[in-house]
């Protein structure tokens, strides 16, 4: 059987990923979804403040260490692309598959600002205007969203190169919002390396809300 650890992206918690967990469960699998330091409703300012995105990938390595995981597959949507893989480059080798849903994959000295569209920096730029520090949810979205730490946008990832030995990366490209996605290039540049497994979906971004069973279909194709 195998262990998934599902991470949220931006301003999402664990309830991200409420529609597929139970059905990776279903099916005899260990599921753990993190809620992202900052992210914690209990958080106060103070942390929100002081998180980037090495505090989100030391959150996944700590979970790795209290549940004794190896050879964990890391799921990762949207922002969470970043953490996955600075947690994997670190996790010394005790991944064995990452499946980026809809997310960045970014290279070393890529942040979540340099890799994202014009739509999306202006999107980060207001919401972060009240506070300095934290970005507010967009409108319109589950109200359980939290401000997200605006450093881990920000803060450039530093690889080894570690995270590109793992032996199956995926890429979910979410078909149904071409007019604002920031990953079609990327979805280019994936299909193109042989390193790399890319599949299309055809829904919005929030595919684990849109689709679950297509994702969890997805996730438990081994």
């Known amino acids: ?19 597929v967990t139970p059905l990776l469960e279903r099916a005899g699998h260990t599921v753990h979804a993190p809620t992202l330091t900052g992210l914690r409703p209990d958080d106060d300012d103070a942390t929100v403040a002081t998180a980037n995105l090495d505090t989100h990938a030391g959150d996944v390595l700590r979970l790795l260490d ?12 949207s922002y969470a692309g970043m ?29 979540w600002w340099s890799s994202a569209n014009p739509y999306f920096r202006d999107l980060i730029a207001a919401g972060a205007a009240s506070t300095g520090y934290a970005v507010s949810p967009p409108g319109g979205g589950d109200p359980r969203r939290r401000p997200h730490p605006l450093a881990s946008f920000l ?15 995926e890429f979910v490209y979410c078909t149904g919002w071409a007019e604002r996605t920031p990953f079609t290039e990327l979805r280019t540049r994936l299909r193109a390396d042989p390193g790399w497994r890319v599949h299309d979906l055809p829904t919005g971004h929030d595919a684990m809300r849109e689709a679950p069973e297509a994702v969890a279909e997805l996730l438990l194709d081994r």
């Open 155 to 169: 803060q450039a990832v530093r690889l080894t190169g570690a995270h590109a030995r793992i032996p199956r990366r």
């Open 83 to 111: 953490v996955i893989t600075a947690a994997a480059d670190r996790a010394g080798g005790r991944i064995t598959r990452l499946v980026h849903l809809d997310a960045f994959v970014p290279r070393d000295g890529e942040s």
């Open 66 to 77: 209290r549940a004794h995981v190896t050879g964990a597959t890391l799921v990762g949507h």
């Open 1 to 19: 059987m195998a262990t998934f650890v599902l991470v949220p992206g931006g301003w999402k918690g664990s309830w991200a990923y409420e529609a």
